[in-house]
């Protein structure tokens, strides 16, 4: 399936480097979101765009940055991160923001290791 | 409290047990509720929205308590290809934030 594609897959980087996740869906939907899922714990909604402008920043720290240049990529840049921010990073898309039954699909995520 | 609860299990059935998972919620303005499937390093896929009277799609039968605010999965006849982690997501509008949660999620191992 290739409704919502995310690069790079798999991604090690140090503290001290800099490096962007990026996002695209195919499926013409309005909304996207980025999401962490750390080992045993639930998702965790991180940004919420909709028709490029963000709706939500769920007191993400700073060292992740959000971008929507368009509806249909997202981008999420990285720097100075800590090894607690090691996780699988996923993004969704909606054709609206989440309400009523409106689905999200999800890429396949980047696994992220920061040494 | 969680806003959504799930055991973890694993919960290990042999081929054609019937397995049932609990979900509860905290927010009572919950709207929609939906149940999710993540396989192993994989992402989350939906698989089935959660209706007020109850819905089945082929061997899976969901259920909703509103006055006791939890979610059920019913997977009869089990598969191997049912061994996966299975996701309680709700959907709440609340002081404007509109997006899902989801569950820890409960694992499911099928045995042969």
């Known amino acids: 399936e290739t409704g919502v594609t995310q690069t790079p897959r798999h991604l090690v980087m140090g503290m001290t480097n800099k490096k962007s996740l990026k996002c695209e869906q195919h499926?013409?939907?309005?909304?996207m979101y980025w999401y962490k899922q750390s080992a045993k714990k639930p998702l965790e909604l991180m940004f919420v765009y909709n028709f490029k402008e963000q709706t939500e920043n769920n007191s993400v720290p700073s060292r992740f940055s959000p971008e929507c240049p368009n509806s249909s990529h997202l981008f999420l840049h990285l720097h100075t991160l800590q090894p607690e921010d090691s996780a699988l990073y996923l993004c969704a898309s909606s054709q609206q923001l989440a309400g009523g039954r409106d689905t999200q699909y999800f890429g396949p995520g980047t696994r992220l290791t920061v040494l | 409290r969680k806003e959504v609860e799930q055991d973890p299990g694993p919960f290990n059935v042999p081929e054609g047990a019937t397995v049932a998972f609990n979900c509860t919620y905290s927010n009572s303005a919950s709207q929609s509720f939906f149940w999710y499937r993540q396989d192993c390093r994989k992402e989350p896929k939906l698989l089935m929205s959660?209706?007020?009277s109850g819905n089945e799609d082929g061997r899976f039968t969901a259920q909703l308590n509103r006055a006791s605010q939890y979610i059920s999965l019913l997977i009869r006849d089990s598969k191997l290809s049912d061994s996966a982690t299975y996701l309680c997501?709700?959907?709440?509008?609340?002081?404007?934030?509109?997006?899902?949660?989801f569950g820890s999620g409960t694992r499911l191992q099928v045995q042969p």
């Open positions: 959660v209706y007020s």
């Open positions: 997501v709700v959907n709440t509008r609340d002081t404007g934030r509109r997006a899902l949660t």
């Open positions: 499926l013409g939907h309005n909304a």
